[in-house]
């Protein structure tokens, strides 16, 4: 039984994301995902959108992912630790170090191979920045025929 471990914040699924999960599934024969607490998320990305417990409950109901759990703020190697993975798989944008967390592994006992994950190509919407700027531009094109709207009914 080959144990894959994936992680990330998880704010706004989107389709990058499931290609992700579906390609780290395919390199084992289960696969847990880390959903990045929100403290971690803050440090590392953004402030989360949705806290961790509402991630927590969208990436574990996803079909690829047969167990997902809150990670750990202060040691992300206490989480392999405790998943004991065979693999882990690295998104294609992850800041971390293949080589790295391979022989921080190593030092703490654990023989885990890091794979990084492909992007995911098939949409133009597969970054949370990027839905979050779509989002921003339709709200403020909407505001804007509004106000149009309300100078209109003026006239």
């Not at 417990?53 to 630790?81: C, N, Y």
């Not at 403020?140 to 509004?146: A, H, L, V, W």
Request: contains cysteine; charged residues 35%.
């Amino acid at each position: 039984m080959v144990r894959v471990m994936a992680s990330g914040v998880f704010d706004i699924l989107h389709p990058g994301h499931i290609f992700f999960l579906e390609e780290a599934k395919k390199l084992g024969d289960e696969l847990i995902v880390v959903v990045a607490r929100d403290t971690t998320a803050k440090k590392l990305k953004h402030q989360p959108i949705m806290n961790e417990e509402v991630r927590l409950r969208m990436v574990s109901s996803l079909k690829p992912v047969d167990r997902a759990i809150l990670g750990h703020e202060d040691d992300i190697f206490r989480t392999v630790e405790e998943v004991k993975p065979d693999i882990i798989a690295l998104g294609y944008d992850q800041v971390f170090d293949e080589k790295y967390i391979e022989e921080e592994c190593k030092k703490r006992g654990m023989n885990v191979k890091v794979v990084r994950i492909s992007k995911y190509s098939g949409s133009d919407l597969n970054g949370t920045r990027k839905i979050i700027g779509k989002i921003i531009a339709a709200y403020s094109f909407q505001k804007e025929i509004e106000k149009q709207e309300k100078e209109v009914v003026k006239k």
